[in-house]
Structure formats: C-alpha cells, structure tokens
C-alpha cells in the first residue's frame, strides 16, 4: 500500500480510451447491486464526485465469499481491467478479477444509507459526512479556493504573514471574545477590588482568541508593503444564525499606499479571480451544486466574474431602501445599520448583483476606519452579495495620528492599549487599506448551502463542539 503508486479514480474515470489495462482502486462502498452471476458496485476515494464502477462476472467461489462482505460503506481493494462502460453517465468501468474488504461496514449500523439524508443529521455524523457527495465536494470546494485565494496574492507580491491567535488586545473593542487563562475556574486568584486577578494569569494579563488579524497585519503591510493572513479567527457570536460560527477562517489583505478605491479594485479583482477559478477547476463539483443545491448558481457566478461590481455610498444606500416602499423587520434610516435583510434587498432587488457600500456613519464603524472630510462619514467598505448580504468588510485607515487617537478616545477605548498600532501613525505613517473575508461565507456564496456549519469540516457554534 504505497499511496504514490495507486492511481486515484478520478485519473481512472478521466481514460478516453481505455485498453483492458490491469488497474487496482481503493475506496469506499457507495452501493453495491447483486443479479444473476452478477455483482455491481460503486467505489469512490473522494478524489471526485463520481464513483467508479466495478462488475464481477461469474465470480469463482473463494471471490463470491469475498464479495459477500461488500457492503455500503466498506473499505475496499480491487484489481481488474478498464473497460469502456455500457452504462450511461460514465465512460469506463472495472472488470474485477480480484477484491479485498480491507474494513467491513455492518449494514444494519452502518449510519450513512442510501437515502438522501438531511444535513441536520450529517451534523451529527460529522466524522462520516464527507463521505457523501455533498460533503466531499464541500471539501474540494474548499481546498480550491484555498489553493486560489494564495495564488491570488502570491502572483501579485503580497506576503504571507502568520498573526497571532492569542492575543492581549480585542481588535474592535467589540466583545464576543473568547477567554484565554490557565487560572482555575472553580477558585481564581481575587485581586483586592474583588475581581479575578489576572495579573497572576499565565500573560500576566486578560488574553483573548484573536476575533481578526487586522492590526497585526498593519505592521506588516507598514514594513513589506503588501501582506496578506489567512488563518483561524474566534468569535463567541451569541447569535445561532446560518452565517456566523464561533470559528472560522479569514483572509485579511492588507496594501500600504492603497486607498479606498485601490481597496475596492483589490477586493472585486480577488473575488472574480477565485470564482473564476473555482469554476474551471471544479467544474464537476460546481454543477452537482448547481442541481443538487442552487439551481442557476453556476450562470450567477459566471455574471459576477464578468461584470464590474456596483459601487455607493451608504447615503444612496439608505436612499434606495427608504424609497423602495418595502416594510423591513428593521427600519432604515440614515444612521442606522444595514441589517442583513437589507443587503439582501440592496443586492437582489434594486442593483441584482454584487454592491460594494462605502462612507458610513462613524458611529456604526470601527475607530481605526478613516474619518472623511465631512467629518461624519467613514471610509469603510462592505462588499454584499445576493442570498448572504455582507461577504466582505474592510476599510482604508485612519493614517492621522491625532485623528485616530480621538477615535479612540470617543470610542470608549484607551489610548495605551494601542500604543504600537498609534506609533505606526507616529513613524513613517502611510495611506493604507485593507479587508477581511470570512472564508466560509464566500464558500456558501460559492456553492449555495443554505448553512455555514456546512461548509466547515467540524463547525464550532454556540452549545456545538462536538468532534
Ligand atoms: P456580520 O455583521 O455578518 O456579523 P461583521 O461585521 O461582524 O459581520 P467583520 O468584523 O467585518 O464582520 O468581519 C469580516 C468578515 O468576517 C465578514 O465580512 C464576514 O465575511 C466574516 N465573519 C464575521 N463574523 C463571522 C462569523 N461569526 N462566522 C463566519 N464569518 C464571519
Ligand atoms: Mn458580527
């Protein structure tokens, strides 16, 4: 068993011509069909959407007694030759001449059965769902866009930077943050005021899962200019929604010398170049998404890849939603922030593609976005999709000291608690931007699923880590 000499099933099933050549596969039972002197069965290995099949034909009695223990879900080893196949849907077939059940797979427990299961369910089996088409083409998806998202960058000079996941500071001061400690629950130390003291914690401080990579990555883009993380964020969302996990990925770009517009370009270029990608690259997996999943999804992305995104202000967002005539569970009005119904709207009903919004209220934003002339705006930037409304939120920053030290001031935070991100602004400040991209929400506009935990091999969400 020397996984560099087995051909995968996919090479096998990509043969135009095949010559009777001797072949060996090894996968896992899909379905397996017994006839008069005849055996049927499907094998897949996860390399594509597509089972091989593998007939046995007269089998002598040592091989029959083999066969028998195929079964739905088994490990197996077959040798045989490639045949072009009868069937329809496929162009070659196995003609076993030998088998081996490497693991059996009891079928009355075996867990995965022919019958289209419900994704609550695969939940629960999470150990065994990539097993199936869904979640096995979830995960090329994911793998793919992976692959892109650093060609993407790689191809255009942007270095990888590695932030940290534990981290002292809470990037927006905007809480959902996950606890670090070493202290023991049951009887921490207790400082004089009352208070859990963690000036006796492992960091000497309170540490945090990071929610974003952002000011970390700001350093570096300070330094090499052009840098991009992708890595594991944490947030402890109350919120038991289709589109937030507890963790998730994210991709977090960020360009010294780039403006808002330079940000805007980098943000419709890099979501073009990866669906475009990922339609070329996984275009079997891609069309199962589009029949099985979201009908016309396929056609929807090709539109997105070629037509330039639309672009406003939040002034005309909120002008188009107030116009509209369209009672939302949320009323809007200037000052108010976009809920996702509203994006939803923005995208699907009024521009019917995607919309990147920029110049919001300061108050509904981040300190560290940078203050326009108005005084009242912010150069933020949120790119909205049909079907999931935000996919992208970035900004250019607040590069004026004094600026940025009375952001934070107004917003509740304290200065020495950034006193390193305030001396970027100190020395050798730049004009920068960049965004951040949850992974899994540009998966689920990729591919159609309806819920994030889908789209993650083991999901973390609220009362949910199993696995
Ligand atoms: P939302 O309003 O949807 O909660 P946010 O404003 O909190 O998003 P940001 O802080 O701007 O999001 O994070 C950047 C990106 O990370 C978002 O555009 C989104 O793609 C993704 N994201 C944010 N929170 C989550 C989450 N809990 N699970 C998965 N992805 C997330
Ligand atoms: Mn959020």
């Known amino acids: 068993m020397n996984p560099a000499q087995s051909i995968r099933i996919r090479d096998l099933l990509a043969t135009q011509q095949p010559t009777a050549q001797l072949v060996t596969a090894q996968g896992w039972v899909r379905t397996k069909r017994d006839a008069k002197h005849l055996c049927f069965f499907e094998v897949n290995d996860g390399s594509s959407l597509s089972n091989i099949q593998v007939v046995f034909e007269n089998p ?10 195929v079964q739905t879900g088994a490990s197996v080893w077959v040798t045989g030759t490639l045949e072009p196949s009868p069937a329809k849907g496929q162009n070659v077939e196995i003609h076993g001449t030998a088998v081996e059940v490497i693991g059996e797979a009891p079928a009355d427990s075996y867990p995965l059965q022919k019958k289209r299961h419900s994704f609550e369910y695969l939940r629960e089996i999470a150990h065994l769902r990539p097993r199936t088409n869904t979640f096995g083409a979830v995960a090329r998806v994911r793998n793919r866009l992976s692959f892109a998202i650093h060609r993407f960058f790689q191809e255009r000079d942007f270095f990888y930077v590695h932030t940290p996941i534990i981290t002292a500071s809470d990037a927006e001061g905007a809480g959902e943050l996950f606890r670090v400690t070493t202290l023991p629950a049951d009887n921490p130390p207790i400082a004089e005021d009352g208070s859990v003291d963690f000036r006796r914690d492992f960091f000497g401080k309170p540490a945090f899962l990071t929610v974003s990579g952002q000011l970390n990555a700001e350093i570096y883009a300070c330094a090499l200019e052009r840098v991009y993380t992708f890595g594991p964020t944490f947030r402890a969302e109350n919120s038991n929604t289709t589109r937030h996990l ?4 994210m991709i977090e770009p960020e360009v010294a010398f780039c403006d808002i517009d330079g940000n805007m370009d980098l943000a419709e270029d890099f979501l073009k170049f990866v669906l475009r990608d990922l339609l070329s690259g996984c275009a079997e ?8 999943i979201q009908t016309g999804l396929i056609e929807t992305l090709q539109k997105v890849v070629e037509s330039p995104f639309r672009r406003i202000t939040y002034t005309e967002a909120v002008e188009a939603l107030t116009s509209s005539g369209r009672t939302f569970e949320f009323p809007v009005s200037w000052g108010s922030d976009l809920q996702s119904e509203h994006e939803k709207f923005l995208t699907e009903e009024v521009y019917g593609g995607p919309v990147i919004v920029t ?3 300061k108050e509904i934003k981040a300190f560290y976005m940078k203050l326009n002339d108005d005084g009242k705006t912010v150069r933020g930037m949120d790119v909205l ?15 004026d000291l004094a600026t940025l030290e009375r952001r934070i001031d107004e917003s509740g935070l304290h200065r020495e608690d950034y006193w390193w991100y305030l001396d970027l602004r100190r ?3 730049v004009p920068h931007s960049g965004f951040g991209l949850g992974f899994e929400r540009l998966i689920q506009y990729a591919t159609g699923m309806q819920n994030i935990r889908d789209v993650i091999p083991f999901p973390r969400a609220v009362k949910s880590a199993e696995f």
């Not at 507890?246 to 990925?249: G, I, K, N, T, Y």
């Open 60 to 69: 002598e009695d040592a091989i029959a007694a083999e066969l028998a223990r």
């Open 246 to 249: 507890a963790e998730f990925w």
């Open 285 to 292: 997996d891609m069309a199962f998404f589009d029949t099985r």
């Open 359 to 361: 110049g919001y209220p």
């Open 385 to 399: 999709v049909p079907r999931l409304g935000e996919i992208i939120g970035g900004s250019e920053r607040e590069a």
């Open 427 to 429: 020395y050798g400040s």
